[in-house]
């Protein structure tokens, strides 16, 4: 006898430890980004009993939440003085005109600059590698102010410590006393992240007829031009970038490139950057990971989160996209996430250089996400050190607001350059490509520290606005309306909800936009409008030239002793249908899979929601998939069921693919 029909659950009660009811918000209701509970703080995922069985609760810091702030720090701010000249001072300018060489910014500028930042908004920085550089010319008349030129990545750039500070990892783990230390007390302290830029490619060029000479907290282990231990591949530089066996084996730019087929150099690759983990580390950033193969990176993701459960990992696929096959594998099976060049790209053209397919071209882009199996834990950007500042391409500051809103409403995690707050960009050797780069002039020293100019009240807004609206970090994207010109577009994840409109063109009026908001009054967050729903429409929209609307209804948020974050991919479903997670416990319904909990539609490919566990939390359970399909029976996976041990408090992720 088939089991009866089920309707989707889509007004769930909200549990007693919900804490906020549905309500618009207003600028007043927004505090600091960084005041507002991370899943760091609110979490202590392990009692003493369960320590050691913390990767089965976790794999990750969530994300999603966070506003990312990336930083160069030769040319930030220079908090000390006394150590500008460094060990060689030929790579030393005092006079600031030598792009080419270090101009004085370290850690102590940063340290300094921390209340700036979280005024700002900002939750994570990523800084330019902090390893040990050469100190000498390489390509002729450069100095590694960029930090990717490694010799050892056991030790800090004493560049960027305090004059005669140890930059031993090994001397200084006890102790901890370094301006390394310090900044990573700091940003804790206030509930910020550090995540840490990393090379796992290569080590450094020639340099006076020295090539990839490496080395573990000081003594040497390696040397390009005499490499009897094969730690380098040998194949010189690439020639066919379309060919993917010299992508991977062959030279960037010079550069000794490793031989990843060496297991002494995985063992140190991956002892290293555990060592800057253990000293509070927060996330990973990869440099140039098309370059090497993705078995490279199964590993060392597997062996960096088995030791550090919790580390965000992403990368850099440079100028990758949904189009391009195999960075969408690296982005589903690498076991890191990717910076979304397709995204950047798109705004860049649509609002920097402005082609006339406009929005369209990012509407594109996100028409796609579906490739992906994580597209909301994309790294989003506008311009970063490898190309022209986004002002470069277009200079109008209200411009630049429409792109600013635009990164920080929709789906992804959002990164900005230093300086886009203050306008800094130098458009020296720049031009109209969008692909352009102008390096190194698209790295000018940081100057200003207003912080009342138009982007940063916007940035700090719209931070604050991802932590207070889950619908922002975590929901579905649904376009309302696009031309080349406007483009309206929610954000939905339970009953919570974001609604933003934007016009790069002329003054004009919609006759009826559909909102997905709550009838009533609302007010839009960048101008204290406003506006008036009803049925759900805003009717009789008008968009003044170069402007963006941005309008938040919160609903009630999950809470409980552990929430599960569940991800599910690879399910084919209908309209009318809804994933469900059933199992052997009362919060998945004990088998009834008519209490079975749902989940949230956020594309083609990707199902998600957050399950409260409060008489389960600490105890092993059972769980699957089905699919509610309206006036029909359920469809089960096929399987015999997950098992999972829940972790006592705190928030878990899971990952899974639907079992056909």
């Avoid at 030279?251 to 991956?270: P, Q």
């Avoid at 370059?291 to 088995?306: G, K, L, R, S, V």
């Avoid at 908001?517 to 003044?544: A, F, I, Q, R, W």
Wanted: charged share 25%; hydrophobic share 35%; net charge negative.
């Amino acid at each position: 006898m088939p089991e009866k029909s089920l309707t989707p659950q889509t007004n769930l009660t909200p549990l007693a430890s919900d804490v906020q009811s549905s309500e618009d918000t207003v600028l007043s209701d927004i505090p600091l980004a960084s005041d507002i509970p991370t899943d760091r703080t609110e979490r202590e995922f392990t009692t003493v009993d369960e320590s050691e069985l913390e990767f089965l609760f976790t794999r990750e810091i969530d994300f999603r939440q966070e506003t990312i702030y990336f930083i160069v720090i030769d040319r930030f701010h220079d908090g000390d003085p006394d150590n500008n000249v460094g060990p060689n001072p030929e790579l030393y300018d005092l006079t600031q005109e030598n792009w080419d060489r270090y101009w004085g910014g370290d850690l102590q500028g940063i340290i300094d600059k921390l209340d700036y930042l979280k005024k700002l908004g900002v939750t994570a920085l990523w800084l330019t590698p902090l390893f040990e550089q050469i100190e000498t010319l390489g390509y002729g008349d450069k100095a590694a102010i960029h930090g990717y030129w490694i010799k050892d990545f056991k030790r800090l750039n004493a560049r960027y410590l305090g004059k005669g500070e140890n930059n031993s990892l090994n001397e200084t783990q006890e102790t901890r006393n370094t301006t390394f230390d310090r900044l990573i007390e700091e940003l804790h302290k206030r509930k910020m992240k550090l995540v840490l830029d990393i090379v796992c490619n290569h080590s450094n060029p020639d340099a006076n007829g020295v090539k990839g000479e490496l080395y573990d907290d000081g003594v040497k282990i390696a040397d390009f031009n005499d490499d009897k231990n094969n730690w380098y591949h040998h194949y010189g530089e690439v020639q066919n970038w379309e060919d993917e066996w010299q992508v991977q084996n062959c030279e960037l730019c010079g550069l000794a490139t490793f031989n990843e087929n060496n297991s002494d150099y995985r063992e140190y690759i991956k002892s290293a950057i555990k060592q800057w983990l253990d000293r509070g580390v927060d996330a990973l950033r990869i440099d140039t990971v098309k370059h090497m193969p993705i078995w490279f990176w199964q590993e060392f993701i597997a062996d960096i989160q088995t030791h550090r459960p919790d580390v965000f990992v992403f990368g850099e696929w440079i100028y990758s996209s949904p189009h391009d096959n195999t960075a969408l594998d690296y982005a589903n099976h690498s076991g890191m996430s990717l910076l979304n060049f397709g995204f950047c790209m798109a705004i860049r053209q649509a609002l920097g250089t402005w082609d006339e397919n406009g929005f369209h071209l990012v509407q594109d882009i996100l028409d796609l996400d579906h490739l992906y199996d994580s597209a909301t834990e994309l790294i989003t950007f506008i311009d970063n050190h490898d190309m022209h500042r986004f002002q470069s391409l277009n200079s109008d500051p209200n411009v630049l607001r429409l792109a600013v809103g635009l990164l920080m409403t929709s789906r992804g995690i959002p990164c900005f350059f230093y300086g886009t707050e203050q306008y800094l960009h130098n458009d020296t050797n720049a031009d109209s490509n969008p692909y352009g780069n102008n390096d190194p002039y698209n790295r000018p020293m940081m100057d200003k520290w207003d912080m009342d100019t138009p982007i940063y009240r916007d940035i700090r807004l719209l931070s604050g606005l991802r932590r207070l609206n889950p619908a922002v970090s975590m929901g579905s994207q649904w376009q309302k309306y696009v031309t080349p010109d406007v483009y309206c577009y929610t954000r939905r994840y339970r009953d919570s909800v974001l609604f933003v409109a934007m016009n790069r063109g002329e003054a004009m009026t919609l006759d009826v936009v559909e909102t997905d908001l709550p009838d009533g009054e609302h007010t839009d967050v960048m101008s204290s409008n406003k506006y008036e729903v009803k049925d759900g429409n805003l009717y009789d929209l008008h968009l003044d030239v170069l402007q963006i609307i941005v309008i938040s209804s919160v609903g009630v948020r999950v809470q409980a002793k552990t929430v599960v974050r569940v991800q599910l991919n690879g399910v084919n479903t209908q309209l009318g249908d809804t994933i469900v997670v059933t199992g052997n416990c009362p919060e998945l319904g004990n088998w009834d899979i008519s209490r079975a909990y749902p989940l949230e539609y956020i594309n083609s490919n990707t199902w998600f929601g957050e399950i409260p566990f409060e008489e389960s939390a600490g105890k092993p359970i059972v769980y699957k998939y089905a699919i509610w399909r309206d006036g029909d029976s359920p469809v089960r996976e096929n399987n015999v069921g997950r098992r999972w041990l829940l972790a006592s408090e705190g928030i878990v992720k899971w990952r899974d693919r639907w079992s056909a």
